[in-house]
């Protein structure tokens, strides 16, 4: 059974940075394309990066510069670095899986978490 966990959702202040914890448990977390999405209520939920198994990023424009994801394999981990965080990122924080190597698109994703919520005040 596939499951991601996520951790490190706080409420911070603009300009404050947090970090995001997934830990996966239920497939061979090395070999697959990991991801972090994101939803605010009321609006469909988009993706803000991901990390093929090679451990190649890729980031949405609205993010860049500003926030970095990372995986750990041995310890079946994926990170989100969040700095210079803006109320705008304000939202539920979820990673999320794909059963393919490389980033293909977002709507590959098909293994999620529960999400941790992230608050940002201006």
């Known amino acids: 059974q596939v499951q991601l966990a996520e951790s490190g959702g706080d409420s911070v202040y603009a300009g404050g940075s947090l970090k995001l914890s997934c830990v996966v448990s239920g497939l061979p977390f090395a070999d697959y394309c990991l991801g972090w999405f994101r939803q605010v209520p009321g609006k469909e939920r988009e993706g803000v990066a991901g990390i093929d198994s090679d451990g190649t990023p890729a980031y949405v424009d609205a993010v860049k510069g500003r926030f970095t994801i990372s995986r750990d394999n041995a310890k079946n981990t994926l990170y989100l670095q969040m700095n210079s965080l803006k109320p705008e990122d304000t939202a539920i924080y979820y990673c999320?899986?794909?059963?393919?190597?490389?980033?293909?698109?977002?709507?590959?994703?098909?293994?999620w978490g529960q999400g941790t919520q992230v608050t940002v005040s201006s």
């Open positions: 999320a899986a794909d059963l393919f190597p490389t980033l293909r698109g977002w709507r590959h994703f098909n293994y």
